[in-house]
């Protein structure tokens, strides 16, 4: 088993940056690959960034490509994800998930409970 907690969220006006920070215990983390997904009230579960067991390939969503900054320390038991330029889109809840590197829900096996993230204009 694995448990993950996310914190970090909070209301930003738009432009603005936010850090979210996914702490990892139980079963060896680096052993894992980590996502980080989101969800937006009435919106299905979306995919936002992954990172490889060792941080060596990263994947992003078109829609944070360029904004949005993964990465992992191993030796904390954590991954981040650096949000920048963020957008009123933006606002939803932000989950990490470990398991295998996939730009779906169903590629992980274990699940935070989430961190609220509100964007305003």
């Known amino acids: 088993q694995v448990q993950l907690v996310e914190s970090g969220g909070g209301l930003v006006q738009a432009g603005g940056s936010l850090r979210l920070s996914c702490a990892a215990s139980?079963?060896?983390?680096?052993?894992?690959?980590m996502g980080w997904f989101r969800q937006a009230p009435g919106k299905e579960r979306e995919f936002v960034a992954a990172?490889?067991?060792?941080?060596?390939?990263?994947y992003y969503a078109d829609y944070v490509k360029g904004r949005f900054t993964i990465s992992r320390d191993n030796a904390k038991n954590t991954v981040y994800l650096q949000m920048n330029s963020l957008k009123r889109e933006d606002t939803a809840v932000y989950y990490c998930?470990?398991?295998?590197?996939?730009?779906?829900?169903?590629?992980?096996?274990?699940w935070g409970q989430g961190t609220q993230v509100t964007v305003s204009s």
């Open positions: 998930a470990a398991g295998s590197v996939a730009s779906t829900p169903n590629g992980y096996n274990y």
């Open positions: 139980g079963r060896t983390f680096s052993y894992y690959s």
């Open positions: 990172i490889t067991w060792s941080g060596g390939s990263k």
